[in-house]
């Protein structure tokens, strides 16, 4: 018993790993046609610029507020990133999909090489809180704290894009844009406004994930971004790209998937039997968990 | 612009889609009043052509709105100059409910007309809180219309209004886009013909991609044989003044 609650709170927890760097990937491709393989790359900005506030920001640290503080200037960074990401590059290419590939392709190992000549390659150990540090009993197992708080995290990022796609003027344009596009541009709405918040929102929960990331891995590496998204693109293929819940649910299930096939087969298994849900997702159901419901963001 | 000059002047519009030269040099005027109806045959450019002067399809040429030259205008841009769409296709945000997608529409500077949208269609008050998505048909094309009428605007561009409606609710569209065109200029995109006949002062009809036939209405549509020729329907299924029916 004891057992399988662990693997359903590790699950959960890298669940809401997923979560939080396909939700932005989810958006983006939903509301703006880009498949964004950089999204990775806000991710590792993500990690590496908490790391580096924790260790040299003035304020910031490795515990405490400190620690928020770090994470916060990590969010911030990848939320730059993303935003001159989509300013400077994808807006000049919007409708050209192949050059919209190439370029966030190449964006996606640009960045962790950069970030590998800068800090080397080897994983560089990420401060964790005190407060996360330890274990917590739970029905007989003993489990990391920094799981319920990664689940707890998600959870939030998961009821605020809620909210703000039932009650913004902007969630409404994402949503409706999501739907049709040139629509809500007939209405007199200049949606490329919204592309860009859309990215920035997208790059802050990578980034967050990045920062939470460290936390669950314990390390941080260059490619940790580009590994990790492998398996948001699997998480918003079942999903569907139509819906957050979707994603959220598809998020969960890609977790417990890869931690129940891990201990009760091989370990390293669990990526297999992910690829075999996504087969099923497919070949059952295209268009994903979400295909039968309306809307999207909520 | 003065009083004389037409609303819209859209000359030599080309639009090419993946190839195919759909208009090929469409010119036109829409007068400041009334409605002017755009006529033709299934897939020969009508609602290509309103595409066009929404910025909604690449386009060559030039398309003047209220006097000025709106051809490298964005589309969000030229609508908030004062133009409510609504497209063949209805476009409403099956997702979103009937209040979001009205809210939706509303642009800034305008107090939306919400009393004039529920006066005109009441089950939209009704069903505030559904999904779009789940109205009928006929539903949909109020909401349509009603998200257009919310703001005060100058040009309503209303493709194929009546379009797969059962009659009882083509009724009502048609009440509602004649109420309306005593207010907002209309360019009506439409082949019920009973219905161009009761609302719409100048005919501009397209074939093949070009403008064939400009002129009044009820001077096309009282000569049979040149409406046959034009529309390709046949003679008794033009209506005379007061008749229902006749779809092109």
Not at chain 1, 145 to 162: H, N, P, Y
Not at chain 1, 266 to 274: K, M, N, P, Q, S
């Amino acid at each position: 018993m004891s057992t399988v609650v662990l693997l359903v709170v590790t699950g959960l927890g890298l669940g809401a790993l997923y979560f939080l760097i396909a939700s932005g990937l989810s958006l983006i491709f939903g509301l703006m046609d880009v498949l964004n393989f950089a999204h990775g790359a806000f991710l590792t900005i993500g990690a590496y610029a908490t790391w580096w506030a924790s260790v040299y920001l003035p304020g910031a640290g490795g515990d405490g507020v400190g620690f928020l503080v770090a994470v916060a200037f990590g969010v911030a960074a990848g939320t730059l990133a993303a935003t001159l990401v989509e300013l400077g590059v994808i807006r000049p290419l919007y409708g050209r999909h192949r050059e919209q590939i190439l370029v966030t392709v190449g964006l996606s190992l640009a960045v962790p090489a950069l970030v590998q000549a800068i800090w080397g390659a080897d994983p560089l150990p990420f401060p964790r809180p005190e407060l996360v540090s330890g274990t917590v009993t739970l029905l007989g197992a003993a489990i990391p704290t920094d799981r319920f708080l990664l689940i707890a995290v998600a959870a939030l990022v998961l009821a605020g894009l809620l909210l703000f796609g039932t009650r913004t003027r902007y969630g409404l344009i994402v949503r409706a844009g999501v739907e049709d596009r040139a629509m809500v541009t007939a209405l007199g709405i200049d949606v490329r406004k919204s592309f860009t918040l859309v990215f920035a929102i997208g790059g802050a929960a990578a980034a967050l994930a990045g920062a939470l990331g460290g936390l669950y891995f314990g390390v941080i590496t260059p490619f940790q971004g580009t590994s990790l998204l492998v398996f948001a693109f699997i998480v918003v293929v079942i999903g569907g790209t139509t819906s957050t819940v979707g994603c959220a649910v598809a998020s969960v299930a890609v977790g417990m998937v890869q931690q129940f096939a891990n201990y009760y087969t091989v370990a390293g298994l669990g990526d297999i039997a992910v690829v075999i849900v996504l087969a099923a997702v497919l070949l059952t159901r295209q268009g994903g968990l979400a295909k039968a419901t309306a809307g999207r963001v909520a | 612009m003065t009083a004389a000059e037409p609303l819209v002047d859209v000359a030599d519009v080309h639009v090419w889609i993946e190839g195919s030269h759909i208009l090929q040099g469409v010119s036109f005027t829409v007068a400041d009043h009334g409605v002017t109806s755009l006529l033709g045959r299934n897939g020969v450019g009508k609602t290509t052509t309103v595409k066009a002067i929404l910025g909604l399809v690449p386009r060559t040429g030039r398309i003047v709105f209220a006097g000025r030259d709106i051809t490298a205008d964005p589309t969000h841009a030229i609508a908030a100059m004062g133009i409510g769409y609504v497209p063949e296709d209805r476009g409403v945000f099956a997702g979103l409910t009937v209040a979001e997608n009205l809210r939706l529409a509303e642009r800034r500077g305008h107090t939306p007309r919400y009393d004039l949208v529920h006066d005109l269609f009441p089950e939209l008050a009704r069903r505030a809180n559904q999904p779009a998505g789940t109205l009928s048909g006929g539903q949909q094309q109020m909401l349509a219309i009603g998200r257009v009428l919310l703001n005060d605007n100058r040009l309503l561009i209303v493709d194929e209004p009546t379009k797969g409606l059962a009659p009882r609710v083509v009724a009502e569209v048609a009440d509602a886009v004649a109420r309306i065109a005593e207010e907002v200029p209309v360019l009506l995109v439409e082949q019920n013909l009973a219905l161009v006949r009761r609302v719409a002062g100048q005919a501009v009809v397209v074939d093949a991609g070009r403008v064939v036939h400009t002129g009044n209405v009820l001077d096309l549509l009282d000569d049979a044989e040149r409406t046959r020729e034009l529309l390709g329907v046949s003679k008794t299924s033009v209506p005379a003044h007061g008749q229902p029916g006749g779809a092109a």
